[in-house]
């Protein structure tokens, strides 16, 4: 027997949406050969390009210039790629009704990808 | 006055990454250089690229071997660049009881990134 | 019977240097969401991600707007994703005593990679 | 007063495809996410994707399951993002007349992409 299933809330659709922009975000920017002198204008190129994407309101990069001074010390040159253990991200998108609030930082050594909120709007 | 917002629900947390497959699927592998002889090697390694992240059962990709070469016959060469319209691409996750499965496909002439069901599971 | 082939020249390895960068300045960036707001970010982080480089001396990447106006108004959104036909690119090498110049620009109807000069430097 | 400088030559512009390649494989592939059992399929797939390149004879990838392994295991999760410490990479370029081969490997702990042979064809 098959029971219907509901079609996805609102809130679970705006929580898609977070997270494409999310995996959006790593995906295409990871890698990038960044330094202290490139590392701000990589922060603007990556938020406004994001923020293209559709039902995205915000997008905050900020690169960790001490982190990325240690990488670049333990490597071989005077740059390094970017990686998730070198930034912290906040998206906020807004769906159909929902605002959506996911945040990168690092939690216990490792960079994690979490939703913080899910609000209906008022 | 601040009132409290309540946790994301479980279902909410696996739609969250759910998009985080897409988004990390589409970015990592847009831009490839692929053809027909090539579309195979790459439908595979891309699922199971991504069925390694977190929380993620299942991965299937088409590439159509038809739009691939109406692409590559477009253009210049002897093979194309991948894009979202030359794929479907389904996604399955399971995280803490929640099932999600979402999908991509042309929709109106443009390739759309869909939640299909969210399912606790029994 | 081997016979010895002599190691490349310092002409040949800037030339390859100055591949390396075309290739990965392309397939690093290909498929980042842009529209006409984020277009000049994009092309100062571009610039200064390539540069972090090995060998690379300058980096000039511009971004047309009218062709970029017309991605988007054939697509289905109000942003379109980078791809060679968008942008002009010109970079600049300096390998062991060589200057290399290559460029990618529209010809025919295709971008394509050129190498433009080779010079010893005086 | 300007000197003409002379074109390019066939060995210059073999060694700037070669680059180009190299360049395409490693920003391409980089931070796709890798573990033991995706990491053969990934290595066809690469070596497929950049052999349908303009000027491409065969691309070899070898992902080192040694060095995978204990990049999974300094990490937090059963998979980790590909990058150049962790696969040889060999390329064979054929241009007008040239054969270039070029490789990327570890030295002194970095990996390091060279040009290691140019060779008039007979």
């Known amino acids: 027997m098959t029971t219907a299933t509901p079609d ?7 929580c898609f949406e977070a997270g494409i922009k999310f995996g959006s975000l790593y995906h295409q920017f990871a890698g990038t050969p960044v330094s202290p002198d490139s590392a701000r204008s990589l922060e603007r190129a990556i938020e406004a390009a994001i923020e293209n994407q ?38 906020e998108v807004y769906h159909d009704g929902t605002n959506v609030v996911a945040e990168m930082a690092m939690e216990d050594g490792y960079p994690l990808m979490q939703l913080e909120s899910v609000e209906e709007s008022s």
Do not use: H
Not at 8 to 13: F, G, N, T, V
Not at 55 to 72: K, M, R
């Open 8 to 14: 996805p809330s609102s809130a679970e659709r705006a």
């Open 54 to 91: 559709p039902a995205c309101v915000a997008v905050s990069v900020e690169i960790d210039d001490q982190a990325l001074q240690s990488a670049i010390d333990a490597g071989g040159a005077d740059y390094t790629e970017l990686t998730g253990r070198l930034m912290d991200v906040r998206i």
